[in-house]
Every structure is written in structure tokens, then in C-alpha cells.
């Protein structure tokens, strides 16, 4: 076997609202808190080294300049998609015109702090 992602790190203005955030997005839980302020959040009864990536939310005072060059996909669990977007607006999410052309399965959404992820068309099993 090979590698496999056992934490991505977000650099965050405020990583409290950050984790609160994608806590709620997918029903991750906080993990714990690193003396420089860091928040990491994951799966309920998982952890680090989980099947599923810990989200580390690091403080940063550094502007974001540019476009990311990663951005996270997510797919509803247990409802359609029109459900879950109305759900990912209610906690925070805004949409974000990337120049789609509106025929696109999946809607490109921001973070409370404007980092892009796209809410994808297909329903996962959930874990």
C-alpha cells in the first residue's frame, strides 16, 4: 500500500468559526487544540488516522492572495442535493460564481472565510 491523507490543513483567520463550520458540513467533532490555536475536527468515535481525514484549522494572520489551489468536494449523505444545499446556506455557505454555465451537476459554494468547495450531484452511503 501507499500513502493516504490523514489530515489536510487549512490555514484560517478564525479557526474557531472554521471548524464550527465544516464540523457542521460533515459531522465532524473537535479533536482537540494545539497551543498555537490550531483546531482539529473529525469523525465522531474516529480520530487521527481514521479511514477519513482529520480537518486542522491553523491560525493565520497571512491574506489569502489568489485562488486556491485545492478545494474540497462534498456529496450529500441522506438527502438530495437541492436539500443539502439549502442546508449548507443555513450554516454559513454563500454561493460563488467561478464562471459556471449553469449546466454544471454540482454548485461551487464558499466557507465562511471564502474558501470554494463544490457540493456534488451523486448521494454517498454514509459511513
Request: charged letters at 30%; proline letters at 6%.
Amino acid at each position: 500500500m501507499a500513502s493516504r491523507i490523514s489530515e489536510l490543513v487549512i490555514d484560517a483567520a478564525d479557526p474557531d468559526r472554521l471548524a464550527l463550520f465544516w464540523g457542521g458540513v460533515l459531522g465532524y467533532r473537535e479533536l482537540g487544540r494545539e497551543d498555537d490555536g490550531s483546531i482539529a475536527i473529525g469523525p465522531p468515535g474516529a480520530g487521527h488516522g481514521g479511514l477519513e481525514p482529520v480537518l486542522v484549522f491553523s491560525p493565520t494572520r497571512d491574506p489569502r492572495a489568489g485562488k486556491l489551489r485545492l478545494h474540497i468536494d462534498v456529496n450529500a449523505t441522506d438527502r438530495d442535493q437541492d436539500a443539502e444545499l439549502e442546508r449548507l446556506l443555513a450554516l454559513g455557505a454563500r454561493r460563488v460564481d467561478i464562471g459556471q454555465s449553469g449546466a454544471e451537476s454540482w454548485h461551487v459554494l464558499a466557507d465562511p472565510e471564502g474558501n470554494e468547495f463544490c457540493l456534488l450531484h451523486t448521494r454517498l452511503a454514509p459511513r
